[in-house]
């Protein structure tokens, strides 16, 4: 009895050694490197979608001699697996999973990974809500799993649409739609298929971006004359103006519901700013090397922000929240919006003349294109 | 060695939480048992992430178009005056005018094409305008949105000084999406950054 307590004590310590350099290295720079695994066993559809899932959350595919983790298993009618830790010498998981899809269960399986070993909050089954453009200039939006799989159309207005936004928690988005011939915001349940119009004043419309707790949107308007910040209840009654700047866009909440950036001008540059979500003290925030930055994105931890900064091409940068240090370019890229688990980012980058979803995990600047889609992708928002 | 420092106090804790439970329970905690069944949502997709199942399409019932604007239904009078007018692009397609890269400031040189629009709204009290304010492919989607409103923007206020009431002018902003040219060059980018007049006249028995 006492050996054996102390054996597992002994391949417990080995296993939170793993688990707290990984936590020292999340605080660096955004030059990680990756978790190496080995996979064995997966030859199908399984295969893929594991390997696309843990690829963009910062882990490698490595033969068996150089991983730290094994995961083996099959994909053959349904996903079982097991995950070792192989310098502990100790499975870590031992999973076999049935109905849903097959897609389904190896995202489920996915999932299971990379909880056990980063303890982050799985993304596998998530989804993402996008605008889909056809050469005509109109479009539709698109609610697909998080890798583009599954894509189904939300609208069928064939008319110019922009921003969808989800309400947290909920089977529901807000967007911008051209269907009545002006920019006006919808509000839109998935589950019923209602919508509804929260905001079709004169002029502008556009870019909202829901509370953390769903109860407001924060948007672009410009019916006083410019386009500003505005915050309503999510239902588009008690509408207040917060921001008065000549050329705002973009807002976003903070995690905590206390803040609202957005992008604006201030002494003839281009800035991103935060404001008290009632009004307040506009506060400018440093993006030093990040010219012309636009589209902030707040992560759910509350520590970074995403942005996209123009310098001649568009490039994806992240910056502390606090401002402790200046912001980093990661790829090309606009758009971003991050994952529930605060390290991936979905976001679209140029091919050619159209733009394509992509995932990017942050930490390690690894990232793949979600599945081929027609037309040209963009302004992909992550389900919380 | 650091890590050491941060190990050492996690497995004491740890064994003294084995101590107390009992080896066996504590293990099997963290190591769950080989076959155990996972199942992941249901046959339709549902679970617990949003969202599984399928989307409806709007409902027809709401409406023509099915859109139920009531509830919460921000629309200004402003907007109404407009509705149903007829659309003239081409009455004043000669007088579009155009804008420098990134900027919203009406160019001197367009005070002729301004000039021609208002002639055109005071020779014809029931006509109404409607500004579209567009942008070139450079700057991102919502930012250019807002940029091609501000350029709608600022022609509303320079035919205001010439003499056009405001509550006659109804704007909106395409953003990068609706450019004159598809082209991808400096030639193309500067047909793009532009505002189109277009005249609107009052709907049959008006």
Known sequence: ?384 | MKMNRLVVPLVLALAATLATTGCKKGVSKVTPLPGQRAIVGDNNGGGNTLPGGGIVPPDSNSGGSGINTKPGGGETAGLNEFDGMIKDPAALAAYTIHFAFDSSVVKKGEHSNLAAVASALAGNATDKLLIEGNCDERGTEEYNRALGERRALAAREALAKLGVSPDRIRTISYGKDKPADPGHDEAAWAKNRRDDFILLHPKPGM
């Open chain 1, 1 to 384: 009895m006492k050996k054996k307590l102390l054996l597992a004590i002994g391949l417990l310590a080995l296993n939170f050694s793993h688990a707290q350099e990984i936590d020292i290295q999340r605080e660096g720079a955004f030059a990680q490197k990756p978790v190496p695994v080995a996979l064995s066993g997966f030859t199908g559809e399984g295969a893929e979608v594991l390997k696309f899932d843990l690829y963009v959350q910062g882990f490698s595919f490595v033969p068996p001699e150089l991983a730290q983790y094994l995961i083996a298993g099959s994909d053959a009618g349904a996903v079982s697996g097991t995950l070792t830790d192989k310098f502990a010498k100790r499975t870590l998981l031992s999973k076999v999973y049935n109905g849903a899809s097959l897609r389904r269960q190896a995202h489920a399986f996915a999932d299971e990974i990379v909880q056990t070993i980063r303890n982050t909050k799985p993304i596998g089954q998530t989804k993402i809500a996008y605008k889909s453009q056809g050469a005509s200039g109109a479009g539709e939006i698109f609610v697909a799993d998080f890798d583009g799989h599954g894509a189904q159309a939300v609208t069928t207005d064939g008319a110019i649409v922009a921003k969808p936004a989800w309400v947290p928690g909920q089977r529901a988005i807000f967007y911008t739609s051209y269907a009545r011939g002006n920019p006006d915001i919808f509000y839109h349940s998935l589950s019923s298929g209602q919508r509804r119009v929260v905001a079709g004043y004169s002029g502008l419309n556009t870019s909202a971006a829901v509370s953390p707790d769903g109860s407001k949107i924060a948007m672009v308007l410009s019916k006083a004359g410019s386009p500003n910040i505005w915050v309503s209840s999510a239902d588009g009654s008690n509408l207040k103006r917060i921001t008065t700047g000549l050329e705002d866009s973009s807002p976003c909440w903070s995690p905590d519901g206390e803040w609202i950036c957005f992008a604006t001008k201030h002494n003839e540059r281009r800035r991103l700013a935060k404001i008290p979500a009632g009004g307040g003290t506009v506060q400018y925030l440093s993006t030093v090397g990040a010219p012309n930055p636009t589209e902030p994105d707040w992560s759910p931890d509350g520590k970074w922000i995403a942005f996209t900064s123009q310098m001649g091409d568009f490039n994806i940068c992240v910056m502390p929240a606090d401002g402790s240090a200046p912001p980093t370019a990661l790829v090309g890229g606009q758009n971003p919006s991050w994952a529930p688990n605060s390290r991936t980012l979905a976001l679209n980058r140029a091919m050619g003349y159209r733009q394509v979803l992509s995932v990017l995990d942050v930490f390690t600047k690894q990232y793949k294109d979600c599945a081929r889609a027609t037309g040209s992708n963009s302004q992909p928002a992550w389900a919380k």
